[in-house]
């Protein structure tokens, strides 16, 4: 039983430290605004420690929610909601720099209209 455990933690402490990754977020902001340690944040990201659960509730609430969605939908291998953001960051680095191709070029025909207006609601 203790084998199941602790190999479910493994998985749940190497899909949140991949999360960190995926999504550039910062450890050392985490912690703080969860209030613990940097140090104790990264044992838990390394498999060498654990949060309490008022702690790891916390950490969840303060995610932005595409990564919270990625990390939970990973865990209990689900599929997350899909959206632009999280497409992208999954796109290769030739698919991103077609998707970059492909945002210059309508900036640039917007330009060329006099009405920019809709540019601000784009944004």
Request: proline share 2%; hydrophobic share 45%.
């Amino acid at each position: 039983m203790q084998e199941i455990v602790t190999k479910g933690m493994e998985t749940h402490q190497r899909l949140f430290d991949e999360m960190l990754e995926r999504f550039d977020i910062s450890a050392k902001e985490i912690a703080q605004l969860i209030g613990v340690s940097e140090v104790t944040l990264s044992r838990f990201r390394r498999g060498r420690g654990d949060l309490l659960t008022t702690k790891f509730l916390a950490l969840l609430l303060v995610l932005p929610e595409d990564a919270r969605e990625w990390y939970i939908s990973r865990l209990v291998g689900s599929k997350p909601k899909i959206n632009l953001r999280s497409l992208v960051m999954e796109a290769s680095p030739q698919e991103k720099a077609e998707v970059l191709n492909a945002l210059a070029a309508w900036v640039v025909q917007s330009r060329e209209y006099k009405d920019s207006s809709h540019l601000a609601q784009a944004v």
